[in-house]
């Protein structure tokens, strides 16, 4: 099972729950307060997954590596490129 088919079957659980318990569809005869927290459960999903990923790749980004070997690799193979191609009579 692929990544997005495990994230499109929990939302769809998600949805069929609360669908349920919003609307009543199997007559549970539940309090009316539940219906109340419930109606509006998705948008605070949406916000809390929001602030998630908004924390995630902050934090991705305020860890991220710094290459300094592969830098300077990189830095001589452009070098040698532009010697190569000055041999070959381009003007950089």
Do not use: H
């Amino acid at each position: 099972m692929t990544k997005l088919l495990e994230w499109l079957f929990g939302v769809s659980v998600l949805g069929v729950v609360w669908a349920l318990v919003s609307f009543d569809l199997l007559d549970l005869s539940l309090p009316q307060t539940y219906r109340e927290v419930a109606w509006p459960m998705p948008l605070y999903l949406l916000v809390t997954f929001g602030c998630y990923s908004l924390a995630t790749v902050g934090y991705r980004v305020a860890t991220f590596n710094d290459c300094e070997e592969a830098a300077k690799e990189l830095q001589e193979q452009i070098k040698e490129a532009k010697e190569d191609l000055r041999k070959k009579g381009l003007k950089i």
